[in-house]
């Protein structure tokens, strides 16, 4: 029902900073609760950070806030994720992920729509 459509990827050095975006297509991009996941290398699909229809609400990875904010533009159909003080352990695949519903739990079994996800590399 909705495409997701990542971009913004790209090498970085540690500490610096990069700025994902994330366009969504056929659909009402205001009904879905938007949130930003990421894979490295051998890992799992790890939570990165949410953000509510409206945009008001946002939860992040413990492990990630205060170096991560969510965003997004509805006017435009497009979530970002701003990412500051990179590290190389941020070297990942970065996926945005759209759900229907929202029950505050965040899994990757409880989004409904993903995009082809866009790479991220940080150099020490």
């Known amino acids: 029902q909705v495409q997701l459509v990542e971009s913004g990827g790209g090498l970085v050095q540690a500490g610096g900073s990069l700025r994902l975006s994330c366009a969504a297509s056929?659909?009402?991009?205001?009904?879905?609760?938007m949130g930003w996941f990421r894979q490295a290398p051998g890992k799992g699909r790890e939570f990165v950070a949410h953000?509510?229809?409206?945009?008001?609400?946002?939860y992040y990875a413990s492990s990630l806030k205060g170096r991560f904010t969510i965003s997004r533009d509805n006017a435009k159909s497009t979530v970002y994720l701003e990412m500051n003080s990179l590290k190389p352990e941020d070297t990942a695949v970065y996926y945005c992920?759209?759900?229907?519903?929202?029950?505050?739990?965040?899994?990757?079994?409880?989004?409904?729509?993903w995009g082809q996800g866009t790479q991220v590399t940080v150099s020490s």
């Open positions: 992920a759209a759900r229907v519903r929202y029950y505050s739990t965040y899994t990757v079994s409880d989004y409904d729509y």
């Open positions: 056929g659909g009402t991009f205001s009904s879905y609760v």
């Open positions: 953000i509510s229809r409206s945009g008001g609400d946002t």
